[in-house]
């Protein structure tokens, strides 16, 4: 689990690489003017214009440097794209480790991240969730799940696991979001135990995770 001081420097997006900054200062200028395809496409013209003499074979040299500093330009490109995606997923692993543990749930190889709601149970007058755990799922007593509507996204409350076997577990509301969509629960909880359709539950993020996975499309946003 990361500690909460140090959720915000694993989240950092990395940078997307930017070919105007692939090299710095008046060296990186001149390279990039080097392999420029717009240079190199005048220099050709002009070996096919003048076929013969000194002019050619200079000029024959300056495609060839130009032709070599493009490549080693698209070379190094390349490598900060690498660089790019290890971060993106090394962002990921860490994104992962975080809502876990900010679910309280036990991050393991086989820890989910979608739960199935299979029936409703009467628990002392309060609705309760049977949730199918797959195994390894990582949950437990105390972990916390947001009720999830799967077409929109919207988030309509959070439960709190209270038990739990081998292949199921019990969540009772802690945070009635849409309170009336709970209270429909409660009064077919008994006659129809059939799952709310076109709902799952989701590790759920709250606090400071929360706000900071709101602004990670943003973060590193300014290339480098």
Known sequence: MIHSSKIQDVLTRPKRPKIQSTFIGAFGITIRILASPLLALAIAIAVWIFPNGRIRVVLESLLLIVTASAALMVIAYLFR??????????????????????????????????????????S???????????????????????????????????????????????????????AAFWEVLEDRMLSDPTPPPGMHLEPAIEGQLASLLGSIGTTGDNSQ
Not at 95 to 105: D, E, K, M, P, Q
Not at 143 to 168: F, K, M, P, Q, Y
């Open 81 to 122: 794209w690498r660089d790019y995606i290890i971060g993106l997923e090394k962002l990921l692993a860490n994104l992962r480790i975080a809502v876990l543990g900010s679910a309280n749930i036990d991050d393991t190889e086989e820890s989910a991240l979608t739960y199935q709601i299979i029936s409703l149970e009467n």
């Open 124 to 178: 002392a007058g309060t609705v309760s969730l049977v949730v199918h755990v797959p195994h390894g799922s990582g949950l437990r007593a105390g972990s916390r799940l947001a009720a999830t509507i799967t077409a929109t996204g919207e988030i309509w409350g959070v439960v709190e696991v209270t038990t739990l076997d081998n292949v199921r577990a019990r969540a009772k509301p802690v945070n009635r979001l849409n």
